[in-house]
């Protein structure tokens, strides 16, 4: 399997942001769409948002459109997620991984690379 690396998760006061890193394997976004994914502490993984491997289009959930942003950098095999205006209800540890197809239900399929080991988002004052 494909191995992916989260970073750039920290503690940050509500109303601030964020930028989250998701480092694949050379040439992994010319196969694979990418999720963002969180877990939070007693709940279950959600779909967070997601950009297409063909035409590089987006969805993002209810919860976090407006405020969150995803973004790629095919030649450094990088996906961003811009996170602003985090609430505390975005604590949670966020992965990222590959996946077929890209639309509102993306979280519901089989990921096609390994999980990393995610990176904790804390929002406190």
């Known amino acids: 399997q494909v191995q992916v690396v989260e970073s750039g998760g920290g503690l940050v006061q509500p109303g601030g942001s964020l930028r989250l890193s998701c480092l694949a394997s050379e040439r992994t976004l010319d196969v694979y769409s990418i999720g963002w994914f969180r877990q939070a502490p007693g709940k279950e993984r959600e779909g967070v948002s997601c950009?297409?491997?063909?035409?590089?289009?987006?969805y993002a959930a209810d919860s976090v459109k407006g405020r969150f942003t995803i973004s790629r950098d095919n030649a450094k095999n990088t996906v961003y997620l811009q996170m602003n205006s985090l609430k505390p209800e975005d604590t949670a540890v966020y992965y990222c991984?590959?996946?077929?197809?890209?639309?509102?239900?993306?979280?519901?399929?089989?990921?096609?690379?390994?999980w990393g080991q995610g990176t904790q988002v804390t929002v406190s004052s």
């Open positions: 991984a590959g996946i077929r197809w890209c639309y509102n239900g993306f979280y519901l399929q089989e990921v096609l690379t390994d």
């Open positions: 950009i297409s491997v063909g035409d590089d289009s987006t």
